[in-house]
């Protein structure tokens, strides 16, 4: 199993361009959720899935769009890039108890918003 | 939201010296995580708690529930086990992990 893969592994966007991340898993797990880690901060949700056609949002979803058509993927979309967004996205995943359960991480994005 | 305090913040120790880095939250919760984030790398999971202790090789989490406590401790502790560790919870009417800063551990030859 590759478990859990995010790309790119570093983007710089100028301020207002978009772009997606992508995030795969290959373990059928139902829950993933993408976090961003800024320094001195813990990781913050961003918006979560428990399953294919199912999202909703973490704590600050702000600036970011999230679709989920098959279990494998769940990307991450920043409709118009802000210096804000200057962070390291995390995307996870877990199953069966989704939180009461092993969570597993990508190795991160780290995106520069110019 | 709950809080999720960490101590200490920042830790260095010698090599073989016992570590432990302790995690305190505020709410109810069903079950507490302990992850491991090395420089520049991705995060792993060490334990889940519901209850009681977990041993890993070295590691030995614990977790009281009704004083809302969890430690994460490191016996004869070596360089590679320098890296950051995060304690999250699960909130018991939560949706998601809320997570604590981290602990940034340094151990020393």
């Known amino acids: 199993n590759a478990g859990v893969t995010q790309t790119p592994k570093f983007q710089v966007l100028k301020t207002g361009q978009s772009m997606t991340l992508q995030c795969a898993q290959d373990m059928n797990h139902e829950y993933m959720s993408w976090y961003r880690q800024d320094p001195g901060m813990g990781l913050r949700l961003i918006h979560y899935s428990v399953g294919a056609g199912i999202t909703d949002q973490g704590e600050v979803p702000n600036g970011y769009n999230v679709s989920r058509s098959t279990t494998e993927d769940f990307p991450l979309r920043l409709l118009s890039a802000a210096p804000s967004q200057t962070s390291v996205y995390f995307c996870?995943?877990?199953?069966?108890?989704?939180?009461?359960?092993?969570?597993?991480f990508g190795p991160g994005t780290r995106l520069t918003v110019l | 939201k709950n809080e999720v305090e960490q101590s200490p913040q920042n830790l260095t120790a010698q090599e073989g010296e016992f570590i432990t880095i302790n995690c305190s939250y505020s709410v109810g919760i069903s079950a507490l995580h302990w992850l491991q984030q090395h420089p520049g790398g991705g995060i792993v999971s060490l334990f889940m708690l519901s209850s009681g202790k977990k041993k890993h090789g070295r590691l030995i989490a614990t977790i009281n529930i009704q004083e809302k406590h969890s430690s994460l401790h490191i016996t004869a502790s070596h360089p590679r086990d320098s890296a950051v560790y995060i304690c999250a919870v699960v909130p018991l009417s939560g949706y998601a992990l809320n997570f604590g800063k981290g602990t940034s551990l340094l151990v020393t030859p």
């Open positions: 996870a995943s877990s199953s069966p108890g989704h939180l009461t359960d092993t969570q597993y």
